[in-house]
């Protein structure tokens, strides 16, 4: 593979004892961009075993201190066919030189060699996050060939006052989560996500969560019909509001049957978190929302009063 990028930093494939400088350089830009982005980061499956070790590669300065990276990680998710994720980074001393959209170029033509000289005649997927608000590097994916996927929200409230008490729709019944229904849950949420293009959440993981100490179930509850049948859910966590310290609740998961939705299932169970949680004390709310089209959050906003603190955006181009 060609390790050249740009003429401002020295390029080279990262070795297995770069690993640490790559950590730790990754640790420095979250503590100065504070994004969202580190969240998201979190949800692929960064490991050397997913790395592609052709397609990462770091730039190193005059006082050889690597100042910037790009890497792919495989999704080894089952039945998804080749799949890359491209992370990339760049310390702000560098930016303005343009390097973060050298480095999403290089890494589009070494995945096309890397794919025919590993994969030949297998398509291939790419997708890079951007959070919302960055049309320069919108300009430059969207050169390469990149479209807009997915939508990603971090919205916010406090609760010093609390969104009107809804109905329950008619038919419908809610209930406080219980761990019986644990299962059940699971396999409604991979139901629910799987039509809007979601990926599954494995049992282990699903079961590993719920054990977590984070996890709350008297702040989670669920929905269901006049034939007793799960139709809805929300998962709630405690979360701290990193700034003032104040405690705060967190939606998780949250879904409807798909052919229970627009009947106001998920309000009515959102709605009724936010009480639980200020109730036990809690001074703000978070949710993250996950849509193909960015306007599911609207009804959020307008019926239960949240704000959009973060937003993301998953671009992805597929090559034939």
């Given at each position: 593979?060609?390790?050249?990028?740009?003429?401002?930093?020295?390029?080279?494939?990262?070795?297995?004892?770069?690993?640490?400088?790559?950590?730790?350089?990754?640790?420095?830009?979250?503590?100065?961009?504070?994004?969202?982005?580190?969240?998201?980061?979190?949800?692929?499956?960064?490991?050397?075993?997913?790395?592609?070790?052709?397609?990462?590669?770091?730039?190193?300065?005059?006082?050889?201190?690597?100042?910037?990276?790009?890497?792919?990680?495989?999704?080894?998710?089952?039945?998804?066919?080749?799949?890359l994720f491209l992370l990339g980074g760049v310390h702000p001393v560098?930016?303005?030189?343009?390097?973060?959209?050298?480095?999403?170029?290089?890494?589009?033509?070494?995945?096309?060699?890397?794919?025919?000289?590993?994969?030949?005649?297998?398509?291939?997927?790419?997708?890079?996050?951007?959070?919302?608000?960055?049309?320069?590097?919108?300009?430059?994916?969207?050169?390469?060939?990149?479209?807009?996927?997915?939508?990603?929200?971090?919205?916010?409230?406090?609760?010093?006052?609390?969104?009107?008490?809804?109905?329950?729709?008619?038919?419908?019944?809610?209930?406080?989560?219980?761990?019986?229904?644990?299962?059940?849950?699971?396999?409604?949420?991979?139901?629910?996500?799987?039509?809007?293009?979601?990926?599954?959440?494995?049992?282990?993981?699903?079961?590993?969560?719920?054990?977590?100490?984070?996890?709350?179930?008297?702040?989670?509850?669920?929905?269901?019909?006049?034939?007793?049948?799960?139709?809805?859910?929300?998962?709630?966590?405690?979360?701290?509001?990193?700034?003032?310290?104040?405690?705060?609740?967190?939606?998780?998961?949250?879904?409807?049957?798909?052919?229970?939705?627009?009947?106001?299932?998920?309000?009515?169970?959102?709605?009724?978190?936010?009480?639980?949680?200020?109730?036990?004390?809690?001074?703000?709310?978070?949710?993250?929302?996950?849509?193909?089209?960015?306007?599911?959050?609207?009804?959020?906003?307008?019926?239960?009063?949240?704000?959009?603190?973060?937003?993301?955006?998953?671009?992805?181009?597929?090559?034939?």
């Amino acid at each position: 593979m060609e390790p050249y990028v740009e003429p401002h930093l020295t390029w080279r494939l990262l070795e297995p004892s770069d690993l640490g400088d790559l950590e730790a350089f990754g640790g420095q830009l979250d503590a100065l961009d504070n994004s969202v982005l580190s969240a998201m980061g979190k949800e692929i499956p960064t490991s050397t075993d997913t790395m592609v070790p052709e397609l990462t590669i770091g730039g190193w300065d005059a006082y050889r201190s690597l100042s910037a990276y790009g890497a792919a990680y495989r999704d080894p998710a089952p039945g998804r066919g080749l799949r890359l994720f491209l992370l990339g980074g760049v310390h702000p001393v560098y930016r303005h030189l343009g390097i973060g959209g050298k480095i999403l170029q290089w890494q589009v033509s070494q995945a096309a060699t890397w794919r025919d000289a590993n994969h030949p005649g297998e398509p291939l997927w790419l997708g890079c996050y951007f959070e919302l608000g960055r049309p320069g590097l919108d300009r430059i994916a969207g050169r390469l060939g990149f479209a807009r996927e997915r939508y990603y929200y971090d919205l916010v409230r406090d609760l010093d006052t609390l969104p009107r008490e809804r109905p329950t729709p008619a038919g419908v019944r809610i209930e406080p989560f219980s761990p019986q229904h644990s299962e059940e849950v699971r396999v409604l949420h991979n139901e629910a996500f799987s039509s809007i293009g979601g990926g599954e959440v494995a049992a282990s993981d699903w079961a590993a969560r719920i054990a977590d100490d984070d996890f709350r179930a008297e702040w989670s509850f669920l929905a269901f019909d006049e034939h007793d049948a799960l139709i809805g859910y929300e998962m709630s966590s405690a979360d701290v509001n990193e700034e003032t310290g104040a405690p705060a609740g967190w939606t998780e998961r949250f879904g409807v049957r798909p052919r229970d939705r627009g009947r106001g299932v998920a309000l009515k169970l959102l709605s009724e978190a936010l009480r639980a949680m200020r109730a036990d004390g809690c001074r703000e709310a978070g949710i993250g929302i996950d849509t193909p089209d960015g306007l599911a959050l609207s009804r959020l906003v307008a019926d239960l009063g949240y704000t959009t603190r973060d937003a993301v955006q998953l671009l992805s181009r597929s090559l034939p």
